[in-house]
């Protein structure tokens, strides 16, 4: 059975640094992409940014551009486990944080087009 489960969401400070991590067991993503997104409250929810697991380099991401320049997804491959970091975080930051797999991402394909298959159960984040 998959599972994602995500871990390390909690207070941030305005302008401080957030790190989730996202732990996959079950299967695992070798051809497809896994992502963060997030819900603020009274909004949708919105695509972050991806990776492409087909790629061995990690090399193959995706920001949307409310994160665009101050995020970072990477993958380790050793551990199954996905991480998300944002720097210069703002109170708008302030969702519940998801953990995503199994869709198809590019350079032409908007974020509100992803439609995991996988979920986690999701992470709360508050800046304030």
């Known amino acids: 059975q998959v599972q994602l489960v995500e871990s390390g969401g909690g207070l941030v400070q305005p302008g401080g640094s957030l790190r989730l991590s996202c732990a996959a067991s079950g299967y695992t993503y070798s051809s497809c992409c896994m992502g963060w997104f997030r819900q603020s409250p009274g909004k949708e929810r919105e695509g972050i940014t991806a990776?492409?697991?087909?790629?061995?380099?990690?090399?193959?991401?995706y920001y949307a551009g409310s994160v665009q320049g101050r995020s970072t997804i990477s993958l380790d491959r050793a551990q199954n486990i996905m991480y998300l970091t944002i720097d210069a975080m703002k109170p708008e930051d302030t969702a519940t944080y998801y953990c995503?797999?199994?869709?198809?991402?590019?350079?032409?394909?908007?974020?509100?087009?992803?439609?995991?298959?996988?979920w986690g159960q999701g992470t709360q984040v508050t800046v304030s």
């Open positions: 990776i492409y697991t087909g790629d061995s380099t990690g090399g193959t991401t």
């Open positions: 995503a797999a199994d869709f198809v991402c590019g350079p032409h394909i908007q974020p509100r087009l992803w439609g995991p298959k996988d």
